[in-house]
């Protein structure tokens, strides 16, 4: 167990909190996920005022044997970025940070960049004729333009089209038009995955822990029964490879899954899955499901406490407006 610094427990069962990368002069990023180092050490004071720092698996462990988390935070990073590096760890260690990291394993073998980093941060770049122009190139259905609510932004289309068309996998016959766009913008994403020795140095951290984000990363209920095992499975045995000790859970990726999903990550050997509906561990989860509350760039650390606290799902019931036991699958209007 970790210190806590402030004495002041949660109200309610707990909560898993679910960051991706952070932002500094060397790793800018467009993306919402990333947010500024600063941010993130401005949440961890924040969750620390209302609870405790512990590892992801004894949560997970109390919350499988039906013990009590009140007052319990488990902190958890998408995508093992590389820019988690020098700065990051320094102050995780000094801060007494137990952390667990999800790795996506065919891009840590060469530190890859993901495909959404770099669509944001060309698109930032990108005069509106020059997109629309890129769109086009990529062969983006008038559906999608039309479809995709407006509070989303203009690259929801795009983004939305890929996870539905392609299951979340950039396809080999969209890079030259991406790979130009770049060009003329001057500006590829220096967000990128870590490697695997670079994965290693955050891993021996005390308190750090290694989980499952799959091989691809793509979206699981898309894909048949036989390629969501093998995605779970294969990227679970290749962790195993090279790790002391990996946590048999798996990060749903883009935060999809249905039931389906959940019952095949089981047989591949997850003992959970985690998702992103934003809940804490009090609110209700499907079988082999825990909630995680994502921090994102907009998310400002001062309406923490109240996300810890479990208000969003308290006022969702007032109202009537429960969130859906899963949430819904990219489309050309979702």
Known sequence: MFSVRDGVTLASRGAILCFHSVTTREHPAEGDAHIPFSDFESSVRAARRWGEFVRLSELIARARAGRSTKGLIALTFDDAYAALGADFRAFVRREGLPIAVFAVTDSARTG?????????DAFARAAPARWRAFEA?????????????????PLRPLRQWILAACAGRWPARLEPALEALETDTGYRTRQRAMTFDELRALADLPGAEIGVHTATHPVLPLLPDAEVQREIRGAYDTLRERFASV?????APFGLYDDRTLRLAAAAGMIVSLTLSGETLAAAAPAHALPRICVTRTDAHTKLGARLLGLPHLVRAWRGRPLP??????????
């Open 112 to 120: 890859d960049s993901y495909w959404w980093d770099r669509v944001d």
């Open 137 to 153: 190139s990529c062969g983006l259905p008038d559906d999608y333009r039309r479809g995709q609510p407006c509070d989303y932004g």
């Open 247 to 251: 946590l048999p859970v798996l990060a």
């Open 325 to 334: 036991l899963y949430p819904a699958l990219p489309s050309a209007t979702t």
